[in-house]
């Protein structure tokens, strides 16, 4: 994945989260069957989990060079 395509992918995500999360409190609000409210908080943490996965990429990505070998002395 391009960096470009990463942030953009990042950004989608986030957008996502912000959207699930709107919905599940206004399920909430309107007394929804807990299993519904289980559903959005699973959507939640999927979509948290890969923001997770994309944030890892970026830093491996971006080759910083400090963890590419260890000098002990």
Same mark, same amino acid.
């Given at each position: 994945?391009?960096?470009?395509?990463?942030?953009? !992918?990042?950004?989608?995500?986030?957008? !996502?989260? !912000?959207?699930?999360?709107?919905?599940?409190?206004? #399920?909430?609000? #309107?007394? #929804?069957?807990?299993?519904?409210?289980?559903?959005? *908080?699973?959507?939640?943490?999927?979509?948290?989990?890969?923001?997770?996965?994309? !944030?890892?990429?970026?830093?491996?990505?971006?080759?910083?060079?400090? *963890? *590419?070998?260890?000098?002990?002395?």
């Amino acid at each position: 994945m391009t960096d470009t395509s990463t942030e953009q !992918r990042l950004n989608e995500l986030l957008e !996502r989260e !912000r959207e699930i999360i709107k919905k599940m409190n206004l #399920a909430l609000r #309107a007394g #929804a069957n807990p299993q519904v409210i289980g559903q959005f *908080d699973f959507m939640l943490q999927e979509v948290r989990f890969a923001q997770q996965d994309l !944030r890892q990429i970026q830093k491996s990505s971006k080759g910083d060079g400090f *963890d *590419d070998y260890l000098s002990i002395g």
